[in-house]
């Protein structure tokens, strides 16, 4: 595709999903990722499965970027996280504040994202490359678009080298966050991150949770088909590739797909864009 691309996946909770995740990234791989990211369960609470499957990545000679969450978290803790990471031969985080399990006080030495930028540069230098959340359509718990926007500088100036955005439909709200940062003198690169549309109600609890807006013409078309499942894919296929087109010619830094630990939407994306 002439672009920088990368995965995102979860680690999976039983034997049969480890199996198909194996056989989505063999799929995935022939597209020769940057990287493949993986996520961190609230509170770290997945953290051996996360671990694991970043191992296994990097085994099968791929770059692998670790989920790194900070709420609960002690300085003691992370640091021996970061040493494991680092035996183990990661060389990037995503580093996140994270979200805490239900039912879980706030506890933790960790208040925000850049204390955790912070410190992992404070304790391990140049070893990691570190990637940071950016929200195009503002924070869902952001008091106003300027706090969220300081909020993201500040995890910048903490020592991020770059960003992977929150999934959006709306191209220009990317345009506008990009401009709205570097006008705070923010130049690191932003990389759109892209939902394929598999499921109607599975992206409608999504976006809902994290605060992603589905435009109203999405939201209806959806709708409309009901439970025709190929029909929703069929849709979802066009609507990202032209999206993703979008942004290519616009000559983003990169693309990181949320691929659900699926292949098959991701891949056909991926072939669309080759033809366009």
Known sequence: MNLPISFEFFPPKTPEGADKLRATRQALYAHQPEFCSVTFGAGGSTQEGT?????????????????????????????EQLATLQAMGVKRLVA??????SGYGAGGEF?????????????????????????????????????????FAAKVKAGANSAITQYFFNSDAYFRFVDDALQLGVDVPVVPG?????????????????????????????????DDTASIKSFGLDVITDLCDQLRTAGV?????????????????????QQV
């Open 253 to 273: 830094p990169g693309i990181h797909f949320y691929t659900m630990n699926q292949a098959a939407a991701t891949t056909e994306i991926m072939r669309r864009l």
């Open 96 to 101: 996140l504040r994270g979200d805490l399990p």
């Open 194 to 226: 892209i939902m394929p549309i598999t499921s109607s109600t599975q992206l409608m609890r999504f976006s809902d949770a994290c605060g992603a807006e589905i435009p109203r013409w999405i939201r209806l078309r959806l709708q409309g088909f009901g």
């Open 51 to 79: 671990f694991g499957t970043v191992g296994e990545i990097l085994k099968e000679g791929v770059a692998a970027a670790c989920h790194f969450s900070c709420v609960g978290a002690t300085k003691a803790t992370v640091r």
């Open 111 to 151: 208040h925000y994202a850049s204390d955790l930028v912070s410190f992992i540069r404070e304790f391990t230098g140049d070893a990691f490359h570190i990637e940071v959340a950016a929200y195009p359509e503002i924070h869902p718990q952001a008091k106003s678009a300027d706090a969220d926007l300081q909020a």
